[in-house]
């Protein structure tokens, strides 16, 4: 049966059925089908009562009887069954094997009927052992007080950005963070699970709800248990120093128990829901684009109304919960790294796993250096002296540097290779539009890029030399040869060519013996 009859509809058919109807009869009147009809019928047989003994029980008694499945009966003692008195005997012994590995249904209802040559078919086995194992599965539930606990966790699934240098896809770690009285979500892409940046991470959540909750719950991942244990855990050193930094406690979760932190598991389904799948179309650059992307689907989430109660995840915290949160300690806790490095030739020092250099003032080439990096900066000190800081970075063999650690030569490289077509283009225009005329040949001349601005860099510069009038004029009279290059120009301003009437110039190129006409190519 789909759907318990009420329990009126149950009396009048015993009704019907203790005044002699028919079952045909009682299906017309009651407009109930057979099937229904002897079910009922059939309950309060294996019960050993009579229609008229049911119609005089009070409604709490007969629907301890009618809406109880044939287990429940044989188990109140209504009726007696041998079999099921054995199969109760050991069903926690099932039950408990049954959770062992390799251990199936199959196996022990075969060990069963060894035993018991006249006990339950495998399909009556395993339909009484589904009901037990049913019973254990109870789930109790747990009132959570404000500010008492956030639960961490990492998600399956992963996110990424693809790197806008190389082009290669970058992945990500998830870390979703959740409050269980107000359910308040907070979720971030991390590079990795490592303690690094899992802490500073988990200093961001901080950070976000704007407080520190009593405990906060963890599973027992290698970046903050050292020894898994039900009682004591041992969490890393950097986990306990953090804990102590914000007044707080570390606590983890039993092996393999997701429902020890039941809030947060909720929290990593509901970012696949309204986090991943908003996201999945759209392309990201860089971790911070990322996470200002999750940023907007978490403060959305957190908005989205309750769907069984008033209010949403943002107004319960709001109201009831960041009052009772603990204030932020005035700094951050980092983890700090202390190393040394000696200054490479090419002003750089390498730093960290990643092998990333960071440059220095050209003038400490050869000396050693004392290095203070955290998950966000990196700074170099000569002695008690700091002589640069950067941004960390995380490009495996990469470089950061800054143009005031080059030496000048270099820096005049490094800004002549940052030029691009428009600056000798604009720098053409102050001159003359001859001049800029001439410029943009010369880069539309298809050659190497670092010669061509080589070239359009000695043509500018001759304006120093003669002038911005000379050049102009020897830019007019070079736009007519079949190729322009600096060596034309500089022949014109040395031979005082461009100071020539205009009209004693039909062509630049003077005529010569060795130079072939079209008739040579009929």
Not at 331 to 346: A, D, G, L, M
Not at 425 to 430: K, V
Not at 475 to 480: L, M, P
Request: net charge positive; aromatic share 10%; proline share 3%.
């Amino acid at each position: 049966m789909s759907q318990p009859l009420r329990m009126h509809q149950i009396r009048r058919i015993f009704e019907l059925q203790s005044n002699g109807q028919s079952i045909r009869h009682t299906e017309r009147l009651t407009g109930l089908s057979r099937n229904t009809i002897r079910e009922y019928l059939r309950r309060i047989r294996l019960a050993g009562l009579t229609t008229h003994q049911a119609l005089g029980l009070d409604d709490q008694s007969l629907a301890a009887i009618v809406y109880t499945d044939d287990v429940d009966l044989l188990r109140t003692g209504r009726t007696k069954d041998e079999r099921y008195a054995i199969f109760e005997q050991r069903a926690d012994y099932f039950s408990s094997e049954l959770r062992k590995r390799g251990v199936t249904r199959q196996l022990l209802w075969e060990e069963y009927r060894k035993e018991n040559q006249d006990g339950y078919s495998y399909s009556q086995f395993c339909e009484h052992l589904s009901k037990c194992t049913e019973r254990d599965k109870a789930v109790m539930h747990f009132t959570h007080r404000p500010g008492e606990q956030l639960q961490i966790d990492f998600a399956g699934d992963k996110l990424g950005y693809v790197e806008r240098s190389t082009g290669e896809w970058i992945t990500c770690e998830v870390l979703v963070c959740a409050l269980p009285y107000s359910h308040y979500i907070y979720a971030e892409a991390l590079r990795s699970q490592k303690q690094e940046d899992f802490i500073n991470g988990l200093r961001h959540a901080l950070e976000f709800i704007g407080g520190v909750p009593q405990s906060i719950k963890c599973d027992n991942m290698r970046t903050a248990v050292v020894r898994a244990n039900r009682y004591e855990p041992q969490f890393t050193e950097a986990m306990e120093y953090m804990a102590a930094h914000y007044g707080t406690t570390i606590v983890a979760a039993r092996v393999r128990k997701p429902r020890d932190k039941g809030s947060v598991e909720k929290a990593v389904d509901l970012s696949y829901k309204h986090i991943y799948a908003p996201l999945r179309h759209q392309t990201f650059h860089s971790i911070e684009e990322l996470n200002t992307a999750i940023r907007k689907q978490v403060e959305l989430l957190n908005a989205r109304p309750f769907k069984v109660r008033e209010g949403n995840r943002q107004k319960v915290f709001i109201d009831d919960e960041r009052s009772k949160l603990k204030e932020l300690p005035s700094t951050p806790y980092q983890i700090k790294h202390v190393v040394e490095s000696k200054v490479q030739r090419n002003y750089h020092v390498i730093v960290g796993q990643d092998r990333h250099q960071y440059s220095v003032p050209y003038s400490l080439i050869g000396k050693r250096l004392k290095i203070i990096y955290t998950a966000d900066t990196v700074e170099i000190y000569d002695a008690l002296k700091r002589v640069a800081v950067h941004k960390r970075s995380y490009r495996k063999n990469g470089y950061t540097t800054l143009i005031e650690h080059r030496p000048p030569a270099h820096r005049y490289l490094a800004e002549q290779r940052a030029w691009s077509d428009e600056d000798f283009l604009r720098q053409a225009s102050y001159i003359g539009q001859s001049v800029q005329r001439v410029i943009k040949r010369m880069l539309e001349s298809n050659t190497f890029y670092e010669q061509t601005y080589n070239s359009c860099l000695g043509v500018l510069r001759l304006a120093k030399a003669y002038g911005n009038a000379r050049l102009e004029a020897a830019c007019e009279r070079a736009e007519d040869a079949p190729k322009i290059n600096y060596g034309i120009i500089n022949n014109i301003l040395k031979n005082h060519l461009d100071q020539l009437p205009s009209d004693n110039h039909s062509s630049i190129i003077p005529d010569h013996s060795q130079i072939r006409g079209p008739q040579s190519y009929q």
